[in-house]
Structure formats: structure tokens, C-alpha cells
């Protein structure tokens, strides 16, 4: 394992201060999605390895994905901020005996320095302790391997259960290839105060 724990023959931001967290709010809207789309799409997002340029076009998401999910009463958009500004966030969603792990993003030029790392452990710490979640779940596209690799690391592992990706719903980005398809992974989630083994 790389001492940065970025994949191979990326180069790695400098180790990052601890950050802020918090629960997003509707003034946040703006700066979610910018934070989200800078670091999937478009040349920009290349600044980072999480990048899905090569296999998708248009948006990965919008202010009224963003306002729906600081609505929904079973979840939460955690933001981390540095400095007074946001630089990574993910959504967590409560669904009974697990939760659901998505919309993760680090600004590009942040990634490589254990940022994601942290903001993993915060939703990990905060839905095994107020919410009583088991596991953890998480669907990628499972042609992201070097991401995959990523998770794999955290303690992830891969089911082998794959959805459908929903072609022709630009809402979701607008394919380059047409072999894209979303695989669950899971992370069993150790009880308050043990650690993991």
C-alpha cells in the first residue's frame, strides 16, 4: 500500500488538517453541487483520481438532488469543512439494520491527504452510534476499479450484486460506454467501543 494511500501513479496532496464537520444545510446548495461536479466531471474533476470524465458526460448532480436529500427525514448530508469551507461531504442514509453511503466528494486537489479517510470514519463512528447500523452499504460503478481498490482498503468488500445504471436519465450523466452497471459493497460496522480487529 502507497504511504499516501492513493492509487498508483497518482500524485498525493499533502496530508490534511482535521476537519469540521457538520450537517449540510439549505444554504450549502450551491457549494455541494459545485464540490460534488468538481470532482467527478469534466476536465477539472482530472485534478483528482475519483474522476469518472472517461466514462461519463454531463452532471452527476443538481440543486434539487442536494435540497431532496437534506428533506429526507432519514438522513443526513455530513459537509467537512476547513477553514470555514467546505472541501468534502457524503450523504448517509438511515435504512433499518444498515446504512447507505453515497454522494461522497473531495475537492481534487485535496484527495491523496487522508481526507476521504476521515470523513469515511465520521459517518462510519456517526451511524453505528446513532442510528445502531451493522453495515455500512455503498453501490459504485463497477468499472472503477482504482476507486473499488480504494474502498477495498477502508474495509469494504464486494458483493457481487450489481443494478442496473440508468441509461437515458441524464440526471445520473450521460454514458461514454455502454457496459456500466453499479455493484454494491458492504462494510460490517464494529459495535460502540470495540475496535476493529
Known amino acids: 500500500?502507497?504511504?499516501?494511500?492513493?492509487?498508483?501513479?497518482?500524485?498525493?496532496?499533502?496530508?490534511?488538517?482535521?476537519?469540521?464537520?457538520?450537517?449540510?444545510?439549505?444554504?450549502?446548495?450551491?457549494?455541494?453541487?459545485?464540490?460534488?461536479?468538481?470532482?467527478?466531471?469534466?476536465?477539472?474533476?482530472?485534478?483528482?483520481?475519483?474522476?469518472?470524465?472517461?466514462?461519463?458526460d454531463g452532471r452527476r448532480t443538481g440543486p434539487e438532488a442536494v435540497r431532496e436529500i437534506l428533506a429526507d427525514p432519514s438522513g443526513r448530508l455530513l459537509v467537512a469543512e476547513q477553514d470555514g469551507r467546505i472541501v468534502a461531504c457524503c450523504q448517509l442514509e438511515h435504512r433499518g439494520d444498515h446504512a447507505y453511503f453515497g454522494m461522497f466528494a473531495v475537492r481534487p486537489g485535496l484527495q491523496g491527504g487522508g481526507l476521504g479517510r476521515a470523513v469515511m470514519a465520521e459517518a462510519e463512528r456517526f451511524v453505528r452510534e446513532a442510528w445502531g447500523a451493522a453495515e455500512m452499504h455503498m453501490t459504485v460503478i463497477s468499472v472503477r476499479e482504482e476507486l473499488i481498490a480504494w474502498y477495498e482498503r477502508r474495509g469494504y468488500r464486494r458483493t457481487g450484486r450489481t443494478s442496473p445504471f440508468p441509461y437515458g436519465d441524464e440526471r445520473f450523466g450521460v454514458p461514454r460506454r455502454d457496459d456500466l452497471e453499479f455493484e454494491l459493497l458492504v462494510k460490517e460496522l464494529p459495535a460502540p467501543g470495540i475496535s476493529p480487529a
Open 1 to 56: 500500500m502507497r504511504p499516501d494511500d492513493s492509487p498508483a501513479g497518482t500524485s498525493a496532496a499533502a496530508p490534511t488538517l482535521a476537519p469540521d464537520f457538520r450537517d449540510g444545510t439549505p444554504d450549502d446548495v450551491d457549494a455541494l453541487v459545485a464540490l460534488v461536479e468538481s470532482a467527478y466531471r469534466g476536465d477539472a474533476s482530472r485534478a483528482g483520481w475519483t474522476t469518472e470524465a472517461d466514462i461519463l
